[in-house]
């Protein structure tokens, strides 16, 4: 069955810190998706990057970085240098190839204090 | 232009009533979706539409009804509403089903609260 877990469940950091929040997943399917989401506190979900299966290379986009192990069925986010505007609550989310559900974690907020 | 948008943003009620949220993308995608949270952010899908048809249907009660009219709608109306129905409610859409690994794309979210 699919599952994503999030530990944590809240974050708090200074400016300027990095951050790292962790994503767990659980899948029977050979072929699957893996999504981090933003959800600022406007409200809205902003697709941040999906991985799939069998692309285990990590990726960097400016300050974020994503590291996915399928080793360890993982797939970390991390934030580098944080900013104020970084604070949101952060989803990572599975899809499988069979399933066609997108399955979310409970979610990590973050909240960068100035 | 927004990508996805869900009307009305807010909506207030009584226990009882029949309401129903609207929702458009103009992306051109295939596949559209229901998504609940509530208010500890837990995000569940609801319902799926791929082309028009009814893909996914995740237990959900059946007061709430989904209506496709087309590629680009997808309604959500909800019958004798509870207490428990408060949550927000996001539309979303991709341009293929999840299986296939698109992203997907989210309205605002509609904010329901029953009192």
């Known amino acids: 069955a699919q599952k994503v877990t999030q530990a944590q469940t809240e974050i708090s950091v200074v400016e300027k810190e990095d951050v790292t929040l962790d994503c767990v997943y659980e899948?029977?399917?050979?072929?699957?998706?893996l999504f981090w989401y933003k959800q600022p506190p406007s409200g809205e979900l902003v697709f941040l990057i999906r991985?799939?299966?069998?692309?285990?290379q990590n990726e960097i986009s400016g300050r974020y970085s994503w590291n996915f192990q399928k080793s360890t069925s993982s797939f970390n986010f991390t934030i580098t240098a944080s900013q104020v505007v970084d604070s949101a609550v952060y989803f990572c989310?599975?899809?499988?190839?069979?399933?066609?559900?997108?399955?979310f974690g409970t979610g990590t907020r973050l909240q960068v204090f100035p | 232009d927004t990508a996805v948008s869900q009307t009305p943003k807010y909506l207030v009620t009584q226990m009882g009533n029949d309401k129903s949220i609207k929702c458009e993308q103009n992306?051109?995608?295939?596949?559209m979706y229901w998504y609940k949270q509530d208010s500890k952010k837990f995000l569940k899908i609801m319902f799926s539409?791929?082309?028009?048809?009814?893909?996914i249907n995740e237990t959900v009660p059946n007061r709430f009804s989904p209506k496709s009219p087309d590629k680009a709608h997808l309604n959500l109306h909800i019958n004798s509403l509870e207490l428990g129905d408060s949550a927000v409610y996001f539309c979303?859409?991709?341009?293929?089903?999840?299986?296939?690994?698109?992203?997907?794309?989210f309205g605002q979210g509609t904010r329901l609260t029953v009192v």
């Open positions: 992306l051109g995608h295939d596949t």
């Open positions: 539409y791929n082309n028009k048809e009814l893909i």
């Open positions: 991985r799939n299966s069998f692309d285990e």
């Open positions: 979303a859409s991709s341009q293929d089903k999840q299986g296939f690994g698109t992203e997907a794309f």
């Open positions: 989310a599975l899809s499988e190839k069979w399933t066609d559900k997108l399955i």
């Open positions: 899948t029977r399917d050979t072929t699957y998706y």
